[in-house]
């Protein structure tokens, strides 16, 4: 069974960096494409970034967009977040696309069958 599992959340204060990480088990992360999202209480689900399964191309939601970093090797998928910001307060979640060696038609959660338990970042002001 596949299981992702986040950690590198945390407090910080705005204009810092924090490097999220997601180790998976259970499947081969560089056979698919993956991706954070965050979610606030009483918000939906919003996606932040991902990478196709090849690793040759990301994509960023536009308020995430050349401050965040998203990368990943086998074992790993990694989101470096710099210049926060408050508004980046949230749980963030890896999610993996259901199919290998494919990449999904649109960064919709509905396409990723896998999901992480969620790390706290915290930004303050």
């Known amino acids: 069974q596949v299981q992702l599992v986040e950690t590198g959340g945390g407090l910080v204060q705005a204009g810092g960096s924090l490097r999220l990480s997601c180790a998976a088990s259970?499947?081969?992360?560089?056979?698919?494409?993956m991706a954070w999202f965050r979610q606030t209480p009483g918000k939906e689900r919003e996606f932040v970034a991902a990478?196709?399964?090849?690793?040759?191309s990301t994509n960023y939601a536009d308020s995430v967009k050349d401050r965040f970093t998203i990368s990943k090797d086998n074992a790993k998928v990694f989101l470096q977040m710099n210049s926060l910001k408050p508004e980046d307060t949230a749980v963030y979640y890896c999610?993996?696309?259901?199919?290998?060696?494919?990449?999904?038609?649109?960064?919709?959660?509905?396409?990723?069958?896998?999901w992480g338990q969620g790390t706290q970042v915290t930004v303050s002001s």
């Open positions: 999610a993996q696309h259901t199919r290998l060696y494919s990449n999904p038609s649109s960064w919709d959660p509905m396409n990723f069958g896998f």
């Open positions: 259970g499947s081969t992360i560089s056979r698919y494409a």
């Open positions: 990478i196709t399964w090849r690793g040759g």
